[in-house]
């Protein structure tokens, strides 16, 4: 059964709107791969988009994301009422209209691609990845909850609910590269603890999205299945997940220096032009 949009169930708990307390923006004018380039730790505080350079985009891309993350509140916290709410027609609508505003235009040869910000894919991408990093760590979180945990220490990844999923094959070899167990027939579990799920993406984190537009996603998996796979034993107290830390208010304001050091720590010939990252050698 299709997963529903992420973007059609609100979701308020603490965790997830700490994700996006902690991210400052960065405007930049790289490419996916290149982006990718940057440690976690530094995109786990930043707030970006692939060639978007516009501070006043990624600021509406932003705010929009955080109200449908915290559906109850506008960016400055004061509140909504529930025929307010975000949802994703309205927040495509916005982005559009947005872009109209800034009098964007796409390069000919990008028309209707990825690369082009109003078509209907880069949309799509903009809005459900920051808000599924955000909904999956305020759920791992809570699930790290010791008395959870103890009873769900495992967790599934599930089969990909895009219209066009990438190969079954493309997953079995990242899972066993990650160095994960089993499969266990067509059932890819294991512990919540196991550093594999953070090899298993190229985002370092140890939950969805692990893949750029991707949609395969993870459920909890009870003690005792993880049990008869031999992944843990009966008396075994389980490791919880390690996740990135997430203080519970900001602590980065935007156009923080403190994330630009962390770019030049890691890339020192890093090229900063009018507040904009252009270059990482």
Known sequence: MPIPSILLAPITFDEAIADRDVRSLLPNSL???????????????????????????????????????????????????????MNEARARSLLRSHLEQLGYEPDPADIGSIKDLRSERRIRLQLEMPVSFARNYGHASQMNDPDILDAFPGQRLLPSYAAQPRPSTFWSRRWKAAGLPGPFGTDYVALKSDPGWSRLGIFGNPYPPFYWGSRREVEDVERSICEDY?????????????LPERPA?????????????????????????????????
């Open 230 to 242: 031999g992944l843990i034993q009966p008396t075994e107290t389980p490791e919880p997940m390690p």
């Open 249 to 281: 208010t900001a602590s980065v304001p935007e156009a923080s220096p403190d994330l630009m050091a962390s770019i030049l720590s890691q890339f020192p010939d890093a090229t900063f032009k009018d507040g904009i990252l252009t270059q990482l050698t």
């Open 31 to 85: 490419n996916s791969d290149q982006l990718m380039q940057l440690d976690p730790a530094i995109r786990n505080r930043a707030a970006f988009s692939a060639k978007v350079d516009s501070t006043r985009h990624l600021t509406v891309l932003d705010n929009i994301n955080r109200m449908i993350i915290d559906p109850e509140h506008n960016p400055d916290g004061t509140a909504r009422v529930p025929g307010q709410y």
